[in-house]
């Protein structure tokens, strides 16, 4: 089953400040009908990355069975983690980065490897549906 999930992230604040998320959950079955769900987080004193991360996280968990998934998300650091292999190699040095340091948002990344353990998700860019 494909999947798309779109998401809009507004953070203030640099480091750490106030942010709302919402993500969108896109299914079109094939006789053509389109589901949607969303979901949302805010955060009142954490960074965007940490955001990113919880609202990408609770739409993967909205999915009942295994998906192919294309999350659209505006946080490149995210998408790069994962699209360059940083996050599975954090995982194989057990939780930590190559300075020898956990990433910040630790228990936040543990949760989107078991979703991109059980899901297969291509982080995209571009328009959003």
């Known amino acids: 089953m494909r ?4 998401t809009i992230i507004e953070h203030k604040g640099n480091p750490r400040g106030r942010g709302h998320a919402e993500a969108t959950v896109i299914y079109i079955d094939p006789q053509g009908k389109r ?3 969303e979901v949302s987080a805010d955060c009142e004193n954490d960074t965007k990355n940490a955001l990113g991360l919880e609202i990408a996280t ?3 968990k909205i999915l009942t069975k295994p998906c192919e998934v294309d999350l659209y998300i505006d946080n490149a650091y ?3 983690c994962v699209k360059n292999g940083w996050l ?20 936040l990344w543990k949760m989107l490897y078991v979703s991109l353990q059980i899901h297969k998700v291509r982080f995209m860019e571009g328009d959003r549906c």
Do not use: M
């Open 3 to 6: 999947v798309r999930i779109d």
């Open 35 to 37: 589901y949607e769900r």
């Open 58 to 60: 609770s739409a993967l």
């Open 78 to 80: 995210i998408a790069s």
């Open 88 to 107: 599975e190699e954090w995982r194989q040095r057990d939780w930590k980065k190559a300075n020898g340091k956990e990433p910040a948002n630790l228990a």
